[in-house]
């Protein structure tokens, strides 16, 4: 079965600064897709980007990149440029790429902005 | 367009009673899920519905759980004779379901806490 581990309960950014948030995940399977999700105190789940197992090359949306190490089993997320709004917890988010389309998810991390 | 909306916002009842969590879709979006998430938690897999196709009930947790999508649209999770340990906040989500990654991306609602006293 898939695993998906966010080791960092917590982290804290200085506004402007850049940040890191780890994910690390188990499988067996080659064909996969990765996923990192905000959750604002909104409680609303938002995509913030998305990566696939075959491409080699890491995704980017504006502030926010990846890191994707697909032999270490690793999923990084970069955020640049820090912002207020950036506040929330972030989880990281494992779909297989067969037919079965349930997400397992790391159990998230929370980031702080500090102004 | 419309987002992913879910009713109520939050819910209160006592143990022993029994609640409906209502789930609205993206217009054209042909499968939904639910997901449970309890404090501090990340997201537990409940249910999931692919067009007419029978839906994937593996993630419920027990027979007090069940949940039905009329129309292909709207679903509703039941949860009967509530216990404490049912509160959390369950999250719905759907996607387009035309193939590839990017029509499978989940769009979630704002969820329904429930509080089970």
Sequence with gaps: AQTVTQSQPEMSVQEAETVTLSCTYDTSESDYYLFWYKQPP????????????????????????????KAAKSFSLKI???????????????????????????????????? | GAGVSQSPSNKVTEKGKDVELRCDP???????YWYRQSLGQGLEFLIYFQGNSA?????????????????????TL????????????YLCASSLRGGGPYQETQYFG???????L
């Design chain 1, 80 to 115: 640049s440029d820090s912002q207020l709004g950036d506040a929330a917890m972030y989880f990281c988010a494992y779909r297989s790429g067969g037919s079965n389309y349930q997400l397992i998810w790391g159990a998230g991390t929370k980031l702080i902005i500090k102004p």
């Design chain 2, 55 to 75: 839906p994937d009930k593996s993630g419920l947790p027990s027979d007090r759980f069940s949940a039905e999508r009329t129309g292909g649209s709207v679903s």
């Design chain 1, 42 to 69: 909104s409680r609303q789940m938002i995509l913030v980007i998305r990566q696939e197992a075959y491409k080699q090359q890491n995704a980017t949306e504006n502030r926010f990149s990846v890191n994707f190490q």
């Design chain 2, 78 to 89: 039941t949860i009967q004779r509530t216990q404490q340990e049912d509160s959390a906040v």
């Design chain 2, 26 to 32: 993206i217009s054209g979006h042909t499968a939904l």
């Design chain 2, 110 to 116: 704002p969820g329904t806490r429930l509080l089970v």
